[in-house]
């Protein structure tokens, strides 16, 4: 389902254009005017994408770039660069830091959701029907199957959804607010420590083959799926 994009422009009346444009489209969006501002959204729930203006009071939009790059959370959230430069210098070297994609302003709101379209489906680590296999565990979209190489794990359709979730986005933390509208979806009302039961029964399902050690608690901020210890 749509991810959450993350727009960082200080002009405010271009924030919100954009955020109308991405709720339209079915896109989660949050906001930030400056760079403190995104790397605390950030930190609270990372994006699937970034929007990023050259422009910006304090750290620049190329630095902070480059700074994302450097950053293992973000490191792989692809970034859209916005501004109003338009020479070919300018363009190259945003991409040399770090952006994937770049825009120039004016824009039409229709070409920016193409844009972070593809660029989410150039970025997307599974397609919907692919296997994915972490530390000897593989999980079947089309079979429904998840197993190592001489047993199948029996799991529950939510806790088949909630595994598929975070074996498509493994090394990220997830709040919970985050896996709730991933795996149950925003429109249906689901308390948050749901997710904990589900947690909770996922883990049991995993361990017979120990990979529930996979599924990490972060301590408050959410959980993760990580071959790391």
Same mark, same amino acid.
């Given at each position: 389902?749509?991810?959450? *994009?993350? *727009?960082?422009?200080?002009?405010?009346?271009?924030?919100?254009?954009?955020? @109308?444009? #991405?709720?339209?489209?079915?896109?989660?969006?949050?906001? !930030?005017?400056?760079?403190?501002?995104?790397?605390?959204?950030?930190?609270?729930?990372?994006?699937?994408? *970034?929007?990023?203006?050259?422009?910006?009071?304090?750290?620049?939009?190329?630095?902070?770039?480059?700074?994302?790059?450097? &950053?293992? @959370? $973000?490191?792989?959230?692809?970034?859209?660069? #916005?501004?109003? %430069?338009? +020479?070919?210098?300018?363009?190259?070297?945003?991409?040399?830091?770090?952006? =994937?994609?770049?825009? $120039?302003?004016?824009?039409?709101?229709?070409?920016?959701?193409?844009?972070?379209?593809?660029?989410?489906?150039?970025?997307?680590? +599974?397609?919907?029907?692919?296997?994915?296999?972490?530390?000897?565990?593989?999980?079947?979209?089309?079979? /429904?199957?998840?197993? $190592?190489? =001489? %047993?199948? #794990?029996?799991?529950?359709?939510?806790?088949?959804? #909630?595994? /598929?979730?975070?074996?498509?986005?493994?090394? %990220?933390? /997830?709040?919970?607010?985050?896996?709730? &509208?991933?795996?149950?979806?925003? &429109?249906?009302?689901?308390?948050? %420590?749901?997710?904990?039961?589900? *947690?909770?029964?996922?883990?049991?399902?995993?361990?017979? $083959?120990?990979? =529930?050690?996979?599924? +990490?608690?972060?301590?408050?901020?959410?959980?993760?799926?990580?071959?790391? !210890?």
């Amino acid at each position: 389902m749509p991810g959450r *994009i993350l *727009i960082v422009e200080d002009e405010r009346a271009i924030r919100e254009m954009v955020c @109308l444009a #991405l709720d339209q489209a079915g896109f989660e969006c949050a906001q !930030a005017a400056d760079t403190d501002e995104a790397q605390q959204q950030i930190l609270a729930d990372p994006p699937e994408l *970034i929007l990023l203006d050259w422009m910006l009071p304090g750290m620049s939009g190329i630095d902070y770039a480059r700074k994302l790059r450097q &950053n293992k @959370l $973000t490191q792989d959230v692809p970034v859209i660069m #916005l501004t109003a %430069r338009t +020479q070919e210098e300018d363009k190259v070297r945003g991409l040399d830091t770090g952006a =994937d994609d770049y825009i $120039t302003k004016p824009f039409s709101t229709r070409e920016l959701i193409a844009r972070i379209k593809a660029l989410l489906r150039r970025s997307a680590p +599974q397609t919907a029907e692919q296997a994915v296999e972490v530390q000897g565990l593989t999980l079947d979209p089309v079979t /429904h199957r998840v197993q $190592t190489t =001489d %047993r199948q #794990l029996e799991l529950g359709p939510m806790e088949f959804r #909630l595994l /598929h979730f975070f074996m498509t986005h493994p090394e %990220r933390v /997830h709040t919970r607010e985050r896996i709730l &509208n991933s795996v149950w979806g925003t &429109n249906v009302y689901v308390e948050e %420590r749901t997710v904990d039961v589900h *947690i909770r029964r996922l883990r049991k399902a995993l361990t017979p $083959t120990g990979h =529930d050690r996979l599924i +990490q608690t972060v301590r408050g901020a959410g959980y993760r799926l990580s071959a790391q !210890a």
